[in-house]
């Protein structure tokens, strides 16, 4: 199981959340979420505030208090503004309006919107 002591020293806190806290009592789901969790967030192609606001886009969209409230607090501490905040939840419900029309209305995918080989 990754210990507090990695999870602490890789957000750079003294602090371990209750998400953690909770995945500890399974200890195979912990280091595997950990584990790709570390991957997935870790500096890349995108910035770091760029992925914690898809994070907190995706958790708006699955209804999840929790992590919606946790990579909201990540994402302003890496510089997310109210009105940053403001437009990626307008994207949110506008993207989540237009996927369910295109889907009810079963519209097919444009030849020029598929990638080219």
Known sequence: MPSYDDIR???????VNN???VLAHDPKTMRRT???????????????????MIYVAVSATNNCDYCIASHTAAA??????DAMLGELM??????NETN??????????????????
Do not use: C, H, Q
């Open 9 to 15: 020293r890789v957000r750079e806190s003294d602090w």
């Open 19 to 21: 998400f953690w806290k």
């Open 34 to 52: 950990w584990e790709s969790v570390k991957e997935v967030m870790a500096p890349g192609a995108l910035a770091p505030l760029v992925k914690e």
């Open 76 to 81: 302003r501490a890496k510089g997310m503004t």
């Open 90 to 95: 307008a994207v949110v419900g506008m993207a």
């Open 100 to 117: 369910r029309l295109a889907t009810g209305y079963r519209i097919p995918v444009d030849p020029e919107f598929e990638p080219k080989n």
